[in-house]
């Protein structure tokens, strides 16, 4: 045996630093303290009409969609896999929605529809990942390419391009709230909850960590391993089915090809904002759920900065750069070495 | 011999931390041009992470390196072999689906008009290969062949034209006698050229065949070096483990077999085509089963096949007295048969895991993904399995791919013992475990065993077979050629056996 080491100030200063949580909160808080000074009133939260109202809370609100996604993202790539085709699901879940209410379904049948489209879609690319053992990148971007069309083509079925709709229903899950906080959040909270438990109180969480850490030794420790992916897909389908809904409801319309554009990039950096890896082998929930408030806070503030859109994209992209360099250990050290040899 | 005055290479008051470990502490090595120089130590007492320093993989917190007696700086690995310091570490780092010519010329390719020429960098492969006697198809991945001719091709990648030093991690830990011996060939030639050689091994025979000064590590400080002929066998051990070794060799021989009553597992024909010839083999509660022979003769292949790891096309196999019929790896788990794999790193670890989660892994697909097994529950069998094999670990919930090598392997051995099985098949259980724990490994076999476990337990290490062993299945070729019981086990008749005599 090693001697232990007795914890040091450097050494806790190093395991802050290299906790996790430490460098996407602290970018939300810069951030936001940001805003603070960009917009006054930032901060406030008022109740209108009954409900909360306020920047943080419309953040919370248009959070909800990409992290309902970046959830089951964080689930595939723990078995180290990937799903590029969460947009265009929630494409196939928004037409779905809407030919169904021409068509005069109950609404809970169109909701239970949904979901079931969601499911569905997740069920195809597991098949292709576990069962035909096609790399997921690959098989996941059959429906990428391809669930937009199939979007258009369910818009066909009743001739309505871009049809508008009404759903008690459906919007009341999307846009109503239930007291003070709207309804989305709530479901979110619920959601989470359930997929946690599911992940951590289960020992799903651990098997999928194990497929994705090394899938043959998973295999030789009795994981059966392809079922595990099966199911993380199966997850990933069924969060997107659900933001499919939420997206959907709010703009009252199927418009399959530009709803949820470029979602899928959102979530996969919302996971790795988090601290998950893409080389699999860990899931990290509430982290990503963190990950996709601070690309959703960037993403309002630079709305609100007044920036012209087209930078949108960019300060994005310089912004994640940096949180991802601050996680880095390579990056790190390799500043910290720089500064040591100043110092001499 | 070499010139003593100026080593070739000392280094001097070396420490080197990981968050909380102390991993070496003021640590000297001199190694002399010409010499091969053992360094030894229980498992995580520091020897990789202190050869790691010297070939700059690790950065280290203090301390110097000379060269020749010109102090140096070793920052990067590019450096170290800039310098003529060559590496073999002891995780082989290859790239098993590339082929062996890419392998071999990966850091430097062959070039002509700026574009790599494929035909020089075939002719540098086979030259390289040529230094170590080693002729192979170049053409064929790297993960087609055998753990020790990969090691070897490991051995000729390291070796460069100006090679000054040699570090070898563990070279040996996969080889078989006569893949050692042409090993041990290649490194008196080295050796004779004037190449200082760090040679790192648990197998203490070897240290005695070949190496002309031992430095011994524990607990990350230098605790004794000499030369060879002044440190014998148990001065060396007591040194190594800080205690006497007590007398595991009596305690084993006087084992008498406990083996009772009917079979708990049996192969029935059991076999597949190309993989391994349809034979019958039993264990029975209580007993031991050694598995011998040749790396390649199919011990693997065997163990895997009673396992359900590999799918069987003929034969079949009996548990409790009655025949299984799709065998999975998950089913004999749930049955109660544990497996051990040879491999650690490519079937075995969850680098990422930790300790805790690498050891409960196997008991909890056992019982099913909705009974979690609770959190207290799984420190404390992962604390128990600690203290059991003596892995040397910070705490449970250290990621596994930070401990040392021989740790590791404890690691994958706690998870097969933690599945509380009435079958277990080790594959080379000891690879890699030091002197210390080896004794502890092979204690702990006969007194699962005396409790009415039944083991197999596949090794190339042949003493070891015949210290622990109730019988001795004997395999050539894809074929069991012969089984021996009690006294009719013995080296030279296990080798009879092997050699088809
Ligand atoms: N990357 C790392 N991060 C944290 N701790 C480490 C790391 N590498 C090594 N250690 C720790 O340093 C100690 C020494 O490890 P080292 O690998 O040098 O042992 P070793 O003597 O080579 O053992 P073995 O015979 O088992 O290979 C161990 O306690 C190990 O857990
Ligand atoms: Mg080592």
Redesign the pocket.
């Known amino acids: 045996m ?1 001697a232990p080491l007795p914890p040091s100030f450097s050494g806790r200063l190093r395991e802050l630093t290299s906790h996790r949580a430490t460098w996407p909160l602290l970018a939300l808080a810069v951030i936001l303290v940001v805003d603070g000074f960009v917009a006054p009133g930032f901060f406030t939260i008022r109740i209108v009409e009954g409900r909360l109202f306020g920047s943080l809370i419309d953040i919370l609100y248009r959070a909800v969609p990409t992290a309902l996604v970046a959830l089951g993202m964080a689930v595939v790539i723990g078995t180290k896999g990937i799903d590029l085709s969460v947009g265009s699901i929630i494409a196939v879940v928004g037409a779905t929605i809407a030919w169904r209410i021409q068509e005069g379904d109950p609404h809970f049948v169109i909701l239970l529809t949904a979901l079931g489209v969601g499911l569905l879609c997740g069920l195809w690319n597991g098949f292709l990942v576990a069962v035909l053992d096609i790399q997921p990148i690959i098989a996941t971007l059959i429906l990428m390419v391809s669930g937009r069309g199939i979007g258009l083509m369910i818009n066909l079925i009743y001739g309505g391009t871009n049809p508008s709709f009404t759903s008690p229903l459906l919007q009341g899950l999307s846009v109503g709230s239930i007291g003070l906080v709207p309804t989305r959040l709530i479901v979110f909270a619920a959601v989470f909850v359930a997929l946690w438990l599911l992940i951590r109180r289960t020992a799903l969480g651990l098997f999928v960590e194990a497929v994705g850490g090394n899938a043959a030794a998973a295999d030789l420790a009795g994981v059966r391993s392809r079922l595990i992916k099966y199911s993380a897909y199966l997850i990933s389908g069924l969060c997107a089915g659900w933001a499919g809904v939420i997206l959907t409801a709010d703009t009252h319309t199927s418009d399959p090809v530009s709803v949820a554009l470029y979602i899928e990039l959102d979530a996969i950096l919302a996971v790795v904002i988090g601290g998950g890896s893409l080389a699999g082998g860990r899931i990290y929930l509430g982290m990503t759920v963190l990950g996709a408030l601070v690309i959703q806070t960037l993403t309002t503030s630079i709305l609100m900065s007044g920036l012209p859109p087209e930078y949108n994209l960019l300060v994005k992209a310089v912004v994640v750069l940096f949180v991802l360099l601050l996680q880095s250990n390579n990056a790190r050290n390799a500043v910290l070495a720089l500064v040591r040899r100043r110092k001499r | 011999m070499a010139d003593t005055s100026t080593p070739r290479i000392e280094l001097l008051g070396v420490s080197k931390s ?2 909380g ?1 102390r ?1 070496l502490e003021n640590v000297e090595l001199r190694l002399n041009a010409g010499e091969v120089h053992a360094l030894l ?1 229980e ?7 202190l050869i790691k320093i010297m070939t700059g993989a690790v950065p280290r917190d203090a301390g110097e390196i000379r060269l020749d007696g010109r102090p140096v700086q070793i920052g990067t690995t590019a450096d170290a072999r800039a310098l003529g310091i060559s590496t073999v570490y ?1 995780e082989v780092n290859l790239i098993p689906t590339m082929t062996v010519t890419k392998n071999l010329t990966l850091e430097r390719q062959p070039r002509r008009f700026g574009l790599i020429s494929w035909r020089r960098a075939r002719a540098l492969a086979r030259q390289r290969l040529k230094r170590l006697n080693l002729e192979i198809d170049t053409e064929k991945p790297l993960g087609s062949y055998s753990v020790a001719i990969q090691q070897l091709v490991a051995i000729a990648r390291a070796l460069e034209d100006d090679t000054r030093v040699l570090v070898l991690d563990e070279p040996t830990a996969s080889l078989d006698a006569t893949e050692t011996e042409l090993l041990f060939q290649i490194v008196r030639d080295l050796k004779a050229s004037g190449i200082a050689i760090v040679f790192i091994t648990h197998f203490l025979d070897q240290v005695y065949q070949i190496a002309d000064r031992i430095s011994v ?1 524990r607990n990350g400080r230098l605790v004794g070096t000499g030369p060879t002929a002044e440190l014998p066998r148990l001065k060396l051990i007591s040194l190594m483990l800080g205690r006497e070794l007590g007398t595991v060799e009596a305690h084993l021989a006087s084992h008498a077999s406990l083996a009772s009553g009917e079979p708990v597992l049996a192969a029935k024909g059991l076999g597949r085509r190309r993989t391994m010839a349809p034979f019958d083999l039993s264990l029975r509660a209580g007993e031991v089963v050694g598995l011998a022979g040749l790396l390649g003769s199919g011990r693997t292949e065997t163990a895997k096949l009673l396992f359900g790891a590999i799918r069987p096309d003929s034969g079949e196999l009996v548990l409790d007295g009655k025949p299984v019929p799709h065998n999975s790896p998950r089913q004999s788990l749930r049955s109660g048969v544990a497996f051990c794999p040879e491999d650690r790193k490519a079937e075995g670890l969850l680098g990422e895991l930790s300790v805790r989660e690498n050891i409960m892994l196997a008991l909890q697909t056992k019982r099913g993904w909705l009974r979690r097994l609770g959190r207290d529950e799984q420190k404390r069998l992962a604390q128990e399995m600690i203290k059991a094999l003596a892995i ?2 910070p705490d449970a919930e250290k990621p596994v791919g ?6 590791q392997q404890k690691v994958v051995l706690a998870r097969s013992l933690a599945s509380q099985p009435k079958v277990l098949i080790l594959d080379e259980p000891t690879r ?1 475990i ?1 002197v210390g724990a080896h004794a502890d490994v092979v204690r702990l076999i006969r007194r699962l065993c005396s409790e009415g476990l039944a083991l197999l337990v596949a090794s190339s290490e042949l003493d070891e077979l015949v210290a622990v062993s109730d019988r001795v299945a004997v395999l050539r070729d894809r074929r069991k050629v012969g089984e021996m019981a009690g006294a009719d086990i013995t080296r030279e008749n296990i080798i009879r056996t092997i050699a088809g005599r």
């Not at chain 2, 498992?43 to 992470?49: E, F, I, L, P, R």
């Not at chain 2, 930070?402 to 740790?407: T, Y």
């Open positions: 090693t | 990981f968050p470990v991993a130590g498992n995580g007492a520091g020897k990789s992470t002891q590590l040397a670990t930070q401990l040392s090598g021989g740790n890699g030091d």
